[in-house]
């Protein structure tokens, strides 16, 4: 990311992590679906046919940890894959503007940024018991610019981050006028 | 020239062996491939910090744990 000459970052706004917990609680469930299936076939409730019962443990006995370890590989890389746009989509505050990287896809990245003069309203909203006991909400700022808002979804700590941003825009206000 | 029928199953010689091996091979590969696109976007786009060099390093070790183990119970 390339700052302007003396530019100084001063916060990175992220998602708050919370946001991975759906899609870490889905991988986990399908890691463990397979033991749960296998369980389940031998159990005196899958009622199976004894001739497939021995096959079935036949290739478990023989390739058993070996599928299961390619099929945790694959389940491993795709939390990854998350994780990676999770992270990757951020917010830099700057002593001079906002700026907003957004990862759409591998090799797809929208960068956009405004300058405090731009911004007209700030707007935070937390909504339900866990966003207000975790923290965290969306933060609406509307710009001057051609993209006329900023929308920070499930942002940690919105108010803290408005706050800073009114502060900095204020200071910067300030700086111009001098 | 012996005339041979791609299409059909009987003629194929592969064991059980050999296509665990195939899917070994495809693992690794496709691993290396998100390997390097994680590493360069971590690297270029991350920012830095304690929390990505964390992250990839629990990312590197759990994946040559589970390739370590595939590798291990390929017979």
């Known amino acids: ?178 | 020239m012996d005339y041979f029928n791609i299409l059909d199953i009987s003629n194929w010689d592969i064991s059980s062996q050999r296509i665990a091996d195939i899917v070994f091979m495809l693992t690794v590969g496709m691993s290396a491939i998100f390997t390097i696109i994680f590493y360069y976007h971590w690297r270029k786009y991350g920012m830095g910090g304690a929390r990505i060099h964390t992250m990839e390093i629990i990312y590197i070790v759990g994946l040559i744990l589970l390739i370590a183990i595939s590798f291990i119970t390929l017979k």
């Open chain 1, 1 to 178: 990311m390339k700052l302007e000459e003396g530019e100084k970052i001063i916060k990175i706004l992220r998602r708050h992590y919370v946001v991975l917990i759906p899609i870490f609680l889905v991988l986990v469930f399908m890691a463990l679906a397979p033991i749960i299936i296998y369980l389940f076939l031998n159990s005196d409730f899958g009622n199976l046919n004894e001739n497939l019962v021995s096959v079935l443990n036949n290739f478990i006995d023989t390739w058993g940890l070996f599928a299961y370890s390619i099929f945790l590989s694959i389940l491993w890389i795709i939390f990854f894959i998350e994780w990676t746009d999770y992270h990757l989509d951020l917010w830099v505050i700057t002593d001079r503007r906002i700026i907003d990287a957004e990862q759409k896809g591998f090799f797809h990245r929208e960068v956009t940024s405004f300058r405090f003069e731009q911004i007209q309203d700030i707007t935070t909203e937390t909504k339900g018991i866990l966003e207000t006991f975790l923290k965290y909400g969306d933060l609406h700022i509307q710009t001057a610019g051609h993209l006329r808002e900023i929308f920070i979804k499930d942002a940690d700590m919105p108010e803290d981050a408005k706050n800073l941003i009114l502060s900095l825009q204020h200071k910067s206000d300030v700086e111009r006028t001098q």
